[in-house]
């Protein structure tokens, strides 16, 4: 069981990137996968989740609107599209799943400890 995250980079404000959240060893499209931030010296923040089948997407308040979750079943593959990128968006952004449906069960898809499953991070940086 393994999730690869990629596709962070530089970006100039006002731009867009888009990550990959690859799955191994399971089906993305039966569990909930989130994104989650972190920026150096903070906690980690929750972006957006997906919730499995087709029961829902979420966002945080700071990036509704801006950012789309979305999900290629044939590609195993769930992706963070991160357009009007702001310099505050800088983070080493992570995707995790939710193997014990514990999203399912209760409904909230922004702790951290929802989730047992978590990819390495990719940096995503906002500079001018």
């Known amino acids: 069981v393994q999730l690869q995250a990629s596709g962070g980079g530089l970006a100039q404000p006002g731009g867009r990137l888009r990550l990959s959240c690859v799955a191994s060893?399971?089906?993305?499209?039966?569990?909930?996968i989130g994104w989650f931030r972190q920026a150096p010296g903070k906690d980690p923040y929750w972006i957006s989740s997906i919730a499995r089948r087709s029961l829902g997407e979420y966002y945080s308040n700071s990036v509704r609107g801006r950012f789309s979750i979305s999900r290629d079943s044939a590609k195993n593959t769930v992706y963070l599209q991160m357009n009007d990128l702001k310099p505050d968006d800088t983070a080493v952004y992570f995707c995790?799943?939710?193997?014990?449906?514990?999203?399912?069960?209760?409904?909230?898809?922004?702790?951290?400890?929802?989730?047992?499953?978590w990819g390495q991070g990719t940096q995503v940086t906002v500079s001018s």
């Open positions: 060893g399971f089906t993305v499209s039966d569990y909930t």
């Open positions: 995790a799943a939710d193997l014990n449906s514990l999203t399912y069960q209760n409904g909230i898809y922004y702790q951290p400890g929802q989730y047992n499953t």
